[in-house]
């Protein structure tokens, strides 16, 4: 599935992240997820994009980590959609490991940005952060009650997935997403995601079934944390 006329996918490029940045904040900074993790995002909205930016730059920078983007040609190209997806740790080459100069490069991006949270730190509180990580670690866990151990740790993660608000309801969602599961169909791998509140129905469309929640504990007052799962698919589509 193509994009409409006038859109492109394409993988990213550093100089996307504030684009990517903003994105995020248009399309989740409304989700009581983000209020969760990031009790002070209202207050310091300025630091709060700040915060995502340098979060995506270092990102972009560990190895497995995936963005691809959606342009918008009539925008000169500006962004106006992203998937971040990860990439199972066993797909990673020795020589993306290694002996690329990305592989050399992004050690040292990673300790330019948090060089930069030392020296000018936001006002955002990320304290709450790492509750995310933690119960999509039981998570990983229960699907285990759904996928073979072996076929799980092959899974690419869709972690972000974001159409710009005005645009959506055109097809470029789908667009978007089918381009990054064609990848997926490619490596004979599954894939899963926690969807923000409204949105099953979207990625059910695309094969994506709900095996688990990830709106407990300390998420309990989250309408979203559907964990839905698409097991491998054996036969790729033409693009």
């Known amino acids: 599935m193509l994009p409409p006329a006038g859109y492109r996918i394409r993988p990213s490029r ?40 340098r979060h995506y730059q270092r990102r972009l920078w560990t190895p497995g980590w995936v963005l691809t983007v959606l342009v918008d040609e009539a925008r000169g190209g500006l962004p106006v959609g992203f998937a971040w997806w990860r990439r199972p740790e066993g797909d990673l080459t020795l020589a993306e490991r290694w002996f690329t100069s990305y592989a050399w490069l992004a050690p040292l991006k990673r300790l330019y940005v948090s060089f930069k949270d030392c020296l000018w730190p936001t006002a955002v509180l990320a304290t709450n952060a790492s509750i995310l990580g933690r119960i999509l670690a039981t998570v990983e866990l229960q699907l285990l009650e759904v996928s073979p151990p072996r076929h799980l740790a092959a899974a690419w993660f869709l972690s972000s997935f974001a159409v710009l608000p005005e645009l959506q309801g055109r097809g470029l969602g789908a667009a978007l997403l089918c381009h990054g599961l064609r990848r997926v169909d490619r490596n004979s791998a599954p894939s899963w995601l926690v969807g923000i509140g409204g949105v099953d129905y979207f990625y059910a469309r695309h094969g994506f079934v709900e095996v688990a929640r990830a709106n407990v504990e300390e998420l309990a007052g989250w309408e979203g944390g559907t964990v839905m799962f698409r097991h491998s698919k054996s036969h790729v589509s033409p693009a």
């Open 14 to 53: 550093p100089l996307d992240l504030d684009a990517v940045g903003g994105l995020y904040v248009s399309c989740f900074a409304h989700d009581a997820i983000v209020d969760l993790l990031f009790p002070t995002h209202r207050d310091c909205p300025r630091d709060f994009r700040v915060h995502m930016y």
